[in-house]
Antibody, heavy 120, light 107 residues
Framework: QVQLAESGGGLVKPGGSLRLSCAGS????????MTWIRQAPGKGLEWLSY????????YYADSVKGRFTVSRDNNKNSLNLQMNSLRVEDTAVYFC?????????????WGQGTVVTVSS | SYELTQPLSVSVALGQTARITCGGH??????VHWYQQKPGQAPVLVIY???NRPSGIPERFSGSNSRDMATLTISRAQDGDEADYYC??????????FGGGTKLTVL
């Protein structure tokens, strides 16, 4: 079954850290770029980060640059997001998504999302 | 930074045609993608590169893009089409841009 599945969400205090993972299955993971996108409660979609299929090119949104780090392990078909210095405003559902060609293609598959709550 | 503007809400009578717009400077020169998101679910791609439907998306969904406006058109609207819809483009400086989203209500 072709799918993406996020894990690692939870409740964390402001200033804390959390590591999200996204497992790909049923497709050639290394052929796709991957992104992280989040959605705060009742809000729209916010793109966070991009990592190329090989992992050599990485981009971040200004809102998370310097605090979040994206990585991937193509041998394990996995994508990770290390989130440090978390803030209350980072509370959201976090989705991973894939695409074929950066700056051209859509995100043709999304995971179901994992919930991150930052609260004291 | 590049911005995409969508109406907050659009209403359509059952069986009629809904049009959801996505405005942006010279958006006609960009590839526009559209996602449908139902409550509690992940977004689903419904239109890619302006006017292409992924496998499994009904022909009732179509897209167009010209000058400063892209449009998602849903013909013969059904109750199951009620959802939030987001447009998306790539931008050289901010990389990924989403519109603010439009809530479609089928009356």
């Amino acid at each position: 079954q072709v799918q993406l599945a996020e894990s690692g969400g939870g409740l964390v205090k402001p200033g804390g850290s959390l590591r999200l993972s996204c497992a790909g299955s049923g497709f050639s993971f290394s052929d796709y770029f991957m992104t992280w996108i989040r959605q705060a409660p009742g809000k729209g979609l916010e793109w966070l980060s991009y990592i190329s299929s090989s992992g050599t090119t990485i981009y971040y949104a200004d809102s998370v640059k310097g605090r979040f780090t994206v990585s991937r392990d193509n041998n394990k078909n996995s994508l990770n997001l290390q989130m440090n210095s978390l803030r209350v405003e980072d509370t959201a559902v976090y989705f991973c998504a894939r695409g074929e060609s950066a700056f051209i293609d859509a995100f043709d598959m999304w995971g179901q999302g994992t919930v991150v709550t930052v609260s004291s | 930074s590049y911005e995409l503007t969508q109406p907050l809400s659009v209403s359509v009578a059952l069986g009629q045609t809904a049009r959801i717009t996505c405005g942006g400077h010279n958006i006609g020169g960009e590839n526009v993608h559209w996602y449908q998101q139902k409550p509690g679910q992940a977004p689903v791609l419904v239109i890619y590169r302006d006017n292409n439907r992924p496998s499994g998306i009904p022909e009732r969904f179509s897209g167009s893009n010209s000058r400063d406006m892209a449009t998602l058109t849903i013909s013969r609207a059904q109750d199951g089409d009620e959802a939030d819809y987001y447009c998306h483009v790539w931008d050289s400086s901010t990389y990924v841009v989403f519109g603010g989203g439009t809530k479609l209500t089928v009356l």
